[in-house]
């Protein structure tokens, strides 16, 4: 089974920098686009920043500027780095892929991690 494993939330002061990291266990082959969302009001999660399996990223308007979405595919793993943070970024952040591949051929669609809060103070 693939899992998604969220690290790296916490408290930060306005201005200051977190980065998230997000890993795939598992007995994966592949893994397609990893991106992060984050709770936002209404019925949808906001979308952060996507990153596909070639490198291509995608950033919400939000952030622009300030976030940085990066990952290591020999480990499974997507990162934010999030800079210039500002009270408006407290959220419970979460990873997504948007598919799996096992090597035994199991195939997962929009998996999600458990989630990780980010605490921004003024």
């Known amino acids: 089974q693939v899992r998604l494993v969220e690290s790296g939330g916490g408290l930060v002061q306005s201005g200051g920098s977190l980065r998230l990291s997000c890993t795939a266990t598992?007995?994966?082959?592949?893994?397609?686009?990893m991106g992060w969302y984050r709770r936002a009001p209404g019925p949808q999660r906001e979308l952060v920043a996507t990153?596909?399996?070639?490198?291509?990223?995608y950033y919400g308007d939000s952030v622009k500027g300030r976030f940085t979405i990066t990952r290591d595919n020999a480990k499974n793993t997507v990162y934010l780095q999030m800079s210039s943070l500002e009270p408006a970024d407290t959220d419970v952040y979460y990873c997504?892929?948007?598919?799996?591949?096992?090597?035994?051929?199991?195939?997962?669609?929009?998996?999600w991690g458990q989630g990780t809060l980010v605490t921004v103070s003024s």
């Open positions: 997504n892929v948007d598919r799996a591949e096992t090597m035994n051929n199991w195939g997962y669609r929009d998996l």
């Open positions: 598992g007995n994966i082959f592949s893994i397609g686009t």
């Open positions: 990153i596909t399996a070639g490198g291509g990223t």
